[in-house]
């Protein structure tokens, strides 16, 4: 069982990674579709793994100088959004809607990835209170469905004015504190499957490696369309 969850987890970077998405919004489906674990354990499990790759990524987007200052306000407003998102998730969970939840979400997510919103190259500045309203939106929506937030932030960013580029530093640096927050009251509750964690992480980075260099041989916008289109998939048989 731990060498085909490992496998799954290698084919799921690699897939998630060639659509140009985190590892975790392919990770929830899959574990409750193929693995059987509940929706709330495969949130709350998601909700660990993504700790180690959100630091991964800031730590490169430090490196590159990438990282934006700005980001710290949407991490404010994140950790306070997660209070409100592991409310309603551990609600949620006890009423056993979690599942119905996944399903809205992830066809919310094949619908942003269908829209070409890349192409605004304009730069808005914001206050620190409008930064930090975002990332409360952010951080309750990262915290309910056990994801970065970034699937939610990059497009908010860009749609409010922010340039593509300029938007991923910020949501990059805001991340970690939300990720943070977001899991440990999940795994104080008894949710999260650390040995499911433990076997993922390593499987997910392997395999987002090797996807990202897969990538560069194929057309990112089509990709992305069809990922999508799969997504919206994903969610309509969750809700089934």
């Not at 919103?117 to 309203?133: D, H």
């Amino acid at each position: 069982m731990i060498v085909i969850s490992f496998l799954i987890s290698v084919l799921t970077g690699i897939v998630a990674s060639l659509f140009g998405v985190g590892g975790g919004v392919l990770a929830i489906p899959v574990m409750v579709l193929l693995l059987g674990l509940s929706p709330p354990e495969a949130v709350a499990t998601n909700s660990v793994i993504i700790i180690v790759s959100t630091l991964l990524s800031a730590f490169f987007h430090w490196r590159q100088g990438t990282l934006r200052k700005e980001g710290v306000w949407i991490g404010v407003g994140g950790v306070l959004g997660t209070l409100l998102g592991n409310a309603l998730f551990l609600y949620i969970s006890k009423v056993g809607a979690m599942k119905t939840v996944l399903g809205i979400s992830f066809i919310l997510i094949g619908i942003l990835m269908m829209l070409d919103i890349t192409k605004r190259s304009q730069t808005k500045s914001f206050t620190a209170k409008s930064l930090a309203v975002i990332g409360f939106f952010g951080g309750t929506f990262a915290a309910l469905v056990g994801m970065s937030g970034g699937v939610l932030l990059n497009p908010i960013l860009v749609l409010l004015g922010v340039d593509i580029k300029y938007a991923i530093g910020m949501s990059v640096t805001a991340l970690p504190l939300i990720t943070v927050a977001s899991a440990i009251p999940k795994v104080l509750a008894g949710y999260a499957k650390l040995d499911v964690a433990a076997v993922w992480i390593p499987g997910l980075i392997i395999g987002t490696k090797i996807g990202a260099r897969l990538m560069k041989t194929m057309k990112s916008k089509t990709l992305k369309r069809a990922f999508g289109i799969f997504m919206i998939l994903i969610g309509i048989k969750l809700l089934l």
